[in-house]
């Protein structure tokens, strides 16, 4: 199973010049950071971020991901394409299911049963 997390967001409401809304930082790490760790506890190591605006503080800081134990592609969207733009220009070269989270949420949810319970039903999405 594969990651898709969506990390366009610029941060301006949050009064962050220059750094990207998922390196916001909460509890000394970054949200993307609790993010990786999270789809990790549940299996999940192929993990692909679409970034945009300053999508090389995300690279810097996560590199290939080996650090902590995943392996993550940044894909940086020139020009940003939104939402339903960076899902559908990514999934284009996916055959298998992949997990879509946004970046800038902070969760603590058993995706092992939220992926059991969408591979139980014939849905295209959960």
């Not at 409401?13 to 789809?39: F, N, S, T, W, Y």
């Not at 970034?51 to 592609?73: H, N, P, Q, T, W």
């Not at 339903?84 to 070269?93: C, E, L, M, Q, S």
């Amino acid at each position: 199973m594969r990651a898709v997390l969506l990390a366009g967001g610029k941060g301006t409401r949050l009064g962050m010049k220059g750094v990207p809304k998922p390196m916001a930082c909460i509890d000394g790490k970054p949200i993307l950071q609790h993010q990786i760790e999270l789809l990790k506890k549940h299996g999940i190591t192929q993990i692909t971020i679409l970034a945009s605006y300053r999508s090389e503080k995300i690279e810097e800081y996560f590199g290939d991901g080996s650090k902590m134990g995943v392996k993550l592609e940044i894909v940086a969207e020139d020009p940003p394409l939104g939402t339903a733009g960076a899902v559908k220009a990514f999934a284009k070269n996916l055959i298998d299911p992949f997990l879509v989270i946004y970046s800038d949420l902070m969760l603590d949810i058993d995706l092992t049963h939220l992926l059991e319970f969408h591979m139980e039903l014939p849905s295209l999405a959960t």
